[in-house]
């Protein structure tokens, strides 16, 4: 399985600014907090107190401590000039604005009417492209896009009448605190398109030069308040080499880290945002490819919340190789589809719609392909939490390659992966995913989890469990690539070296790709030395009939637990599946079973779902429904927010029938 990844964004190099300019800050704020320090005095203290109290602010948290912000208007009829900003005489390019209207290390607000801009500058910091259309270093800026002059008063709702265009040359905007010592760095942005950005790394040189990042928006050290924007058709581009690694390409619409040295992780605020059709690949390399991380966007050590966030055909790929794509424990992986949430990172979304996006690892003709983890979603050692979300028509498919060994072109999380993270998924509908695995001319890829894939996240220094509620996880695949047979399952969920619960899931009609894969609805599968059990309590397991190789084998159960794993079943219903667990079968095809404890079993013909499968995938219950008032549980909300119960008690499965 993956090891612990660990980006060298510590080691990206932002330009450190000079001595001087860090003294050329002291003196700007020598000069300009006389009236700080005299407010201070005024409220009763000391002068020398509050000298020296104004003055180490200012140059921690920049000029702003001591002169306000102020407002610039920008228009593309605008003229460049000392003198510009005025309604009257607006500027032509926010990055004159920054530059010359910004004092060092301070804030400024920028109104922008609407139009394209499209206009580069050089950026001194980051790797190659060095180019953007807006640069932001160390200073706090606010820049609202939207307004159509003379109305400099309320802007237009509609985000993509200003567009931030960088034409596949460069990067829409990069925002950076350069070092510790810096002032501090923020951008509050809304109400603009950023398209066609890029970054793309170097072909040469180490790691810094090498990888890449955010190819719309990139964000290093800063905070981000985000509102009412479109991420479109931006693309970041690890680097191709002749060196044992390509590039890494990490969030092909926005990137944001924040390395060790601040302290403390980046913060960002996602309000009503659009991720479109941005891609993050991997550069091809002389061993393996490199990793493509969050094709829409990409977070490391960052607190994130997010609002009303739709991902729509992103896509992350891994780099190609020629070589054997095996010199070290790195392959060319693609790591989640619309988005990469990575090492010491908190998210937590509410109203996430992600559809058609997907991962695919990179070829190794030669050797052993690269894998995909998550065709929407990825997180990796972080916390991530999602609440009303609709994770449907993803992919994760693994790379082509020789594979000589088991680990090539594995294909895990059609919609959602997690490694050593805690997860918490809350009202969601995870349908009509898919994770394939790739073709090897030895080996096959093995796969796990159609819908969800859940892994490493009790054992050794890792605590991270996962809760499933109120979810549907339905008509999902899981599917093994040509090549002698690996292995996996989980049609719907794998659950691998994990534990948690799954509580009120509809889980339905998930499917196998394969004769010998394991559970058609739920899998739990153990490693030596790791914990791994599941709970899955007031659910639905129905309409699981992928046929194994032999009818006496129960491989293709609505739930499978192999020896090793347990998993505790409480008022739960099984419906017309091919075999509802392997709990007690022994003998023959049929390997000793897992612990699996039995606590109110339902069993039932049919589950009374309204109109289940394509194209309507609806799983309500009908009248008459087996699941109706059958569940015992302190849950007072269904998947669409209804409260629970209707009836005398709740209802299995992730929603409560209304007559």
């Known amino acids: 399985m993956l090891r612990a990844l660990v980006i060298a964004v510590a080691l990206l190099a932002c330009a450190v600014p000079a001595p001087g300019k860090t003294r050329g800050l002291a003196r700007q704020c020598r000069l300009a907090c006389g009236s700080a320090i005299d407010g201070c005095t005024a409220g009763g203290k000391r002068r020398g107190v509050c000298r020296r109290t104004v003055l180490k602010r200012c140059r921690r948290e920049g000029i702003t401590v001591c002169i306000p912000a102020a407002t610039h208007l920008v ?33 400024g607000t920028l109104k922008v009417a609407q139009g394209t801009y499209d206009d580069l500058h050089t950026c001194p910091a980051g790797t190659a492209p060095n180019q953007s259309v807006v640069c932001i270093l160390n200073k706090q800026i ?9 109305n400099w008063d309320v802007p237009s709702t509609d985000p993509t009448a200003t567009i931030i265009d960088g034409h596949a040359n460069g990067r829409g ?15 509050d942005l809304s109400g603009f398109t950023i398209q066609n950005g890029l970054a793309q790394g170097s072909s040469t040189g180490d790691i810094t030069l090498t990888y890449a990042f955010g190819g719309g928006l990139y964000s290093e050290h800063a905070a981000l308040t985000l509102r009412d924007l479109v991420f479109r058709n931006n693309q970041v581009v690890g680097g191709s080499t002749p060196q044992p690694e390509g590039g890494r390409g990490a969030g092909g619409g926005l990137a944001m ?85 990575e090492k010491f ?46 994770i449907s028509g ?66 050794p220094g890792v605590n991270a469990p996962f809760t499933l509620r109120n979810c549907v996880i339905a008509d999902n695949l899981a599917a093994i690539g040509s090549g002698t047979f690996v292995g996996g399952g989980g049609g719907g969920v794998f659950v691998q070296a994990s534990t948690g619960t799954i509580d009120h899931a509809t889980i339905a009609n998930n499917r196998l790709g394969g004769d010998h894969l394991l559970g058609g609805g739920v899998v739990v599968v153990p490693i030596p030395g790791w914990q791994t059990s599941a709970t899955i309590s007031n659910s639905i397991l129905a309409n699981h009939t992928s046929a194994s190789f ?53 069993t039932a013909v049919g589950a009374g779902f309204v109109s ?34 209707v009836g005398p008690a709740p209802d299995l499965g992730a929603y409560e029938y209304t007559p």
């Open 75 to 107: 228009a593309t009829t605008g003229t460049d000039a000392l003198t510009c900003g005025a309604p009257e005489s607006p500027c032509r390019t926010m990055q004159f604005v920054v530059d010359q209207l910004v004092p060092t290390g301070g804030a």
């Open 142 to 150: 606010t820049m609202v896009g939207g307004f159509v002059p003379p």
């Open 173 to 187: 905007v990069r925002i950076a605190r350069t070092e510790h010592t810096a002032p501090m760095a923020s951008l």
């Open 257 to 341: 880290n924040n390395a060790d040295w601040s302290g403390s992780t980046a913060t960002a605020s996602l309000q009503s945002i659009t991720f479109e059709s941005n891609t993050a690949h991997g550069g091809s390399g002389g061993d393996h490819g490199g990793y493509a991380l969050g094709g829409g966007m990409f977070t490391y050590w960052a607190t994130v919340t997010g609002d009303q966030l739709t991902f729509d055909g992103n896509t992350a790929v891994g780099g190609p190789t020629q070589g054997d794509g095996a010199g070290s424990v790195d392959k060319s992986d693609a790591l989640g589809g619309a988005l990469s949430i």
């Open 345 to 390: 990172s908190t998210v937590t979304l509410q109203h996430v719609q992600a559809t058609n996006n997907g991962a695919t690892g990179g070829a190794a003709p030669n050797g052993e392909a690269g894998a995909a983890y998550g065709g929407a979603l990825y997180a990796e050692g972080a916390t991530l939490s999602v609440t009303d979300a609709v």
């Open 394 to 459: 993803n992919f994760a498919h693994g790379g082509d390659g020789k594979n000589t060994t088991i680990t090539g072109s594995l294909a895990n999380g059609g919609g959602l992966f997690t490694v050593s993270s805690t997860l918490t998924l809350d009202r969601a509908i995870v349908v009509a995913n898919d994770a394939q695995a790739g073709n090897g001319t030895v080996n096959g890829g093995a796969c796990g989890g159609g819908g969800i894939a859940i892994t490493l996240g009790s054992g």
């Open 550 to 602: 032999d009818p006496s084998a129960y491989f293709d159960a609505a739930l499978y637990v192999p020896q090793g794993a347990s998993a505790t079943i409480d008022d739960v219903l099984f419906a017309n599946n091919r075999h509802d667990s392997n709990a007690g079968i022994s003998g023959g095809w049929n390997p000793p079973p897992g612990t699996i404890t039995l606590n109110g079993v339902h």
């Open 612 to 645: 289940p499968g394509s194209p309507t995938e609806d799983y309500h219950l009908a009248a008459g429904s087996p699941a109706i008032d059958q569940a015992t549980s302190s849950v007072t909300v269904d998947a669409d927010g209804h409260p629970r119960p």
